[in-house]
């Protein structure tokens, strides 16, 4: 049997962000990380949109709001020390039409409360900023939003970690849990303290450990349509004013790290938790806890559910994707938008008592354990100040 100080299971962006803050805390203390895959960032984190975000969607008193402002700033230094590639090519918000305005001054105002750099720009300073961007009269910048490669990022900070002493099991997969020793598909570990960082099965997890009770996890496929168009042909990510009543952002255009181009992503319900493709990971009885659960949402949620799920799978039609795209930016066609990107699982939390989708972070725990349930997106911009917060926690439990 092995035994740790702290045990972190989920190699993503948020376990390693975790064992590395909890590493220096605590340096003379154990830490030991135990992923199921046989390589860190397989799921979340390295299938994400790469794009580190500003954080002027959010509400001022928001825990989004305040992690993205930093975790943006944090992220781009990290970058900026270790010489990773990090394109800062900034985002423009376009309106459609006058309807939009109204939403386009509110996520200014939202910026300006947050202490984001955010600017309003004309119609004419917004083509001066991309040729290609079409805007009702004015639209937002944000020169602070930039792309990454999220793989090389976990891959980069997972070498750092091992440099610090901190342990790794891959190929381990969590079974349960009885007292202060957890049961894998490995090793037997005895560990002091346990934090759950495993994404999309990190309710499961919980509910061992007492918690999750009126959370369930509800999964969402994400993808992207990739422009042949070569790297520069626009200069900035353009994104429509969103609807801020959900946590989906809708079809925007996003500049890789590299200079390319896609459209999307999907928000499409998934039937099982790692629906990636086709009966990959299909598990008969995730099937019909989370059809069920989609059910329940159709019938009683507090949100359209059922729009959103026909506005979503529409999306499947690259013909559709691409019109959408249209209203955003000139010279789009659907010849260029051929090849879908891999396909990426949005863990979000449900509350199941109220009916209603988490907007916002949630971790729930105690001395022995603590869980991280909602790791919403851009929980990968948000990774190190929200580190940070969750450790913050974790040592008042133990004092």
Known sequence: MLTTDFLVIGLGIVGISIARELK??????????????????????????????????????????????????????????????????????????????????????????????????????????????????????????????????????????????????????????????????????????????????????ALDYGYSKDYRILPFKGLYLYSSEPPGSFNKHIYPVPDLRNPFLGVHFTITVEGKVKIGPTAIPAFWRENYQGLNNFSITEMIDIVSREFMLLAFGKFDFLQLTLRELRKFSRKHMVHLATHLATGIKTTDYKNWGKPGIRAQLVNIRTKQLEMDFVIEGDNKSMHILNAVSPGFTCSIPFARHVCDSISENLN
């Open 24 to 205: 220096s805390r605590f340096p003379d203390a154990g830490v030991l990380v135990v992923e199921k895959e046989p390589e860190s960032a397989l799921h979340s984190s390295g299938r994400n949109s790469g794009v580190l975000h500003a954080g002027f969607y959010y509400t001022a008193d928001s825990l989004k709001a305040r992690f993205t402002r930093d975790g943006n700033r944090q992220l781009t230094e990290y970058c900026d020390e270790y010489s990773l590639p990090i394109n800062k090519c900034g985002k423009l918000v376009v309106a459609k039409d006058e309807s939009e305005l109204g939403s386009l001054d509110e996520l200014f105002s939202r910026g300006h409360a947050n202490g984001i750099e955010i600017q309003q720009v004309t119609a004419n300073e917004a083509r001066d900023l991309d040729p290609r961007a079409i805007t009702f009269e004015r639209a937002l910048y944000s020169p602070t939003t930039s792309s990454v490669d999220p793989l090389v990022i976990v891959r980069h900070m997972e070498e750092l970690a091992k440099s610090e002493k901190i342990l790794f099991l891959y190929n381990t997969s969590y079974l349960s849990r009885k007292g202060d020793t957890v049961t894998t598909t490995g090793e037997k570990i005895r560990a002091g303290y346990v934090v759950n960082a495993a994404g999309l099965h990190a309710d499961k997890i």
